[in-house]
């Protein structure tokens, strides 16, 4: 067997494969079973200091992806706080895994939930998602979250508008410990031509994730970490061994399961460790740190 174990900013996953934020880390329960499904560490759906409105329908797949239209979490941030963290961190704790909890989105919002979320948040992912193509809102969260909390800051990009490069310069220069990428791309569209209604409710706009996202967000992954000199948590359309070890050899530290989770279960995290294990093994690598980096410019080393 492999060496799955990665460090990252002082944490210990026991695998690189974590959840990304969506209904497969809806609330305490399936981050529960996301820890019992073999994810190296856990990573809760974004909150924010209102309920989401959900609008219906707000998921669907599309050939080759996934459509959705969800917002932030539609729970309040009291019932987080009073339940779903603590669910969430016995289950980290039983294992010795982190915990990472996702906000979102304005400085002032960010400056309100960081220190509430304090007793359980090993790290913080900012999500920027809905903050646009200026760099100064995700500036101004990374400042209110640095500001209120001591642990790692990880602000999770978007793969379209800013120029990646650019952004992970701004992030890091605001003092971001990592960054994740990517979030879904849109807005999309799809059409139910049966009923000739928009697949999605709300404004009829979707987000795309899947299969389909995978090339643009390892793209992403590929330009942050030729620019910055920090952890990167890769996602998009992650669904296999193979998938996770091209972010890997991307530049990514971490690798984030959100689509495959909600089609497949939450076994889907362990089943991608397990896969990336055995492509080491086949391969003749100890460790997954081995490979880390290896599509990356002037890599003689790994390739000889
Ligand atoms: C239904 C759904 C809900 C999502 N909700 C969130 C969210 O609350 N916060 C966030 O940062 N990303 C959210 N995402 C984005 C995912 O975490 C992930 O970045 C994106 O879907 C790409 O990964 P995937 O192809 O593995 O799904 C959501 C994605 C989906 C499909």
Request: proline share 8%; aromatic share 6%; hydrophobic share 45%.
């Amino acid at each position: 067997m492999a060496d799955l174990r990665v460090e990252m900013l002082g944490l210990h996953f026991r695998n690189p494969v974590i959840p990304s934020a969506g209904p497969n880390v809806r609330d305490g329960l399936r981050l529960q079973e996301a820890a019992e499904g073999g994810a190296g560490g856990l990573l809760a759906k974004t909150i924010s200091v209102d309920p989401a409105p959900v609008p219906m329908p707000h998921m669907a797949t599309v050939r080759g992806g996934f459509l959705n239209t969800e917002l932030w979490s539609e729970l309040p941030p009291e019932r987080w706080l009073s339940r779903e963290y603590d669910l969430a961190k016995r289950a980290a704790d039983s294992l010795g895994i982190p915990l990472i909890v996702s906000l979102g989105y304005s400085g002032t919002e960010i400056a309100q939930l960081a220190p509430k979320v304090c007793p359980w948040a090993d790290a913080i992912e900012l999500s920027t998602h809905y903050l646009g193509e200026d760099p100064r809102p995700m500036i101004e969260a990374i400042d209110a979250a640095k500001s209120a909390v001591d642990v790692p800051i990880f602000v999770k990009m978007s793969p379209l508008g800013r120029e990646m490069k650019a952004a992970a310069q701004a992030a890091a220069e605001a003092g971001a410990d990592g960054i994740s990428a990517t979030n879904s791309f849109g807005p999309a569209f799809g059409v139910d031509v049966e009923t000739g209604y928009p697949l999605m409710g709300g404004k009829g706009y979707g987000w795309l994730s899947g299969p389909a996202l995978q090339p643009l967000s390892l793209r992403c992954v590929y330009d942050i970490a030729q620019t910055v000199d920090l952890p990167i948590i890769g996602v998009g359309g992650i669904n296999n061994g193979k998938d996770a070890i091209a972010f890997i050899m991307a530049g990514a530290t971490l690798v984030g399961v959100c689509t495959a989770a909600i089609m497949r279960g939450p076994s889907v995290y362990g089943k991608i460790a397990a896969e990336i294990d055995t492509w080491l093994n086949d391969h003749g690598y100890e460790n997954v740190n081995q490979i880390r980096g290896a599509a990356l410019p002037a890599q003689e080393a790994y390739h000889g």
